[in-house]
């Protein structure tokens, strides 16, 4: 049962355009949603996130934007960069202070 | 101020041994987290402690898995008896306060069971 899913399993974009990443959940009662980036061999990287009660949220070059009705989010990055090549998990929550659920993750290639 | 820490980095097993993954969070969070991400897959919740409380372990196989995170010293994640499907690379994450979701992530231990 994936509640949250990420259709793309990857991404390739070249430098200097915008990069979008999709993700689309099923669950109703999340509440909270993040993103987050993965080199190899490391962990996640915490990036941005969004509380349902917001559309869009903007830090820097990464905006999340959400579409409550659609159970959709995406993560904007502008411009792209080839340090921002990796491996990028969309997350959801339900419960407050608790689990995270993951999506399967889109890897992402910045060509230069 | 150190991240959090997973030790080891690697560990071979042979079918039937025992595993066990430490977690030190870090300096000043009381809540850990424990996930387990399976080849081609994303992170699977298994377990969330606070100091000598298992708060939420409902990720956790319900048999030869088992987390501690004692008063003194790093949490523990304990697999008995492994076998082959228990390969994955296993996070650690820990954070300050109940409802911090931008918890900070381990580099993880990767489980090779042969």
């Known amino acids: 049962d994936q509640q949250v899913k990420q259709n793309s399993p990857s991404l390739s974009v070249q430098e200097g355009r915008i990069s979008i990443l999709n993700c689309d959940y099923t669950n109703s009662m999340f509440d909270y949603f993040l993103w987050y980036k993965k080199y190899p061999a490391e962990g996640p990287t915490f990036l941005i996130s969004i509380s349902s009660i917001k559309d869009k949220n903007e830090d820097g070059r990464f905006t999340v934007f959400l579409n409550k009705s659609a159970k959709h989010l995406s993560l904007h990055i502008v411009p792209s960069q080839p340090g921002d090549s990796a491996v990028y998990f969309c997350a959801a929550s339900a419960e407050y202070g608790n689990k995270l659920v993951f999506g399967a993750g889109t890897i992402l290639r910045v060509k230069s | 101020n150190a991240g959090v820490m997973q030790n080891p980095r690697h560990l071979v097993r042979r079918r039937g041994q025992e595993a066990r993954l430490r977690c030190s969070p870090m300096k000043g969070h009381s809540h850990v987290y424990w996930y387990r991400q399976l080849p081609e897959e994303g992170l699977k919740f298994m377990v969330y402690?606070?100091?000598?409380?298992?708060?939420?372990e409902s990720g956790m196989p319900k048999e030869r898995f088992s987390a501690e995170f004692p008063k003194e010293g790093p949490s523990i994640l304990r697999i008995q008896q492994v076998v082959r499907g228990d390969s994955a690379a296993y996070f650690c994450?820990?954070?300050?306060?109940?409802?911090?979701?931008?918890?900070?992530f381990g580099s993880g231990t990767r489980l090779t069971v042969v």
């Open positions: 402690l606070q100091k000598e409380n298992i708060i939420d």
């Open positions: 994450a820990s954070s300050r306060d109940r409802g911090n979701y931008g918890y900070t």
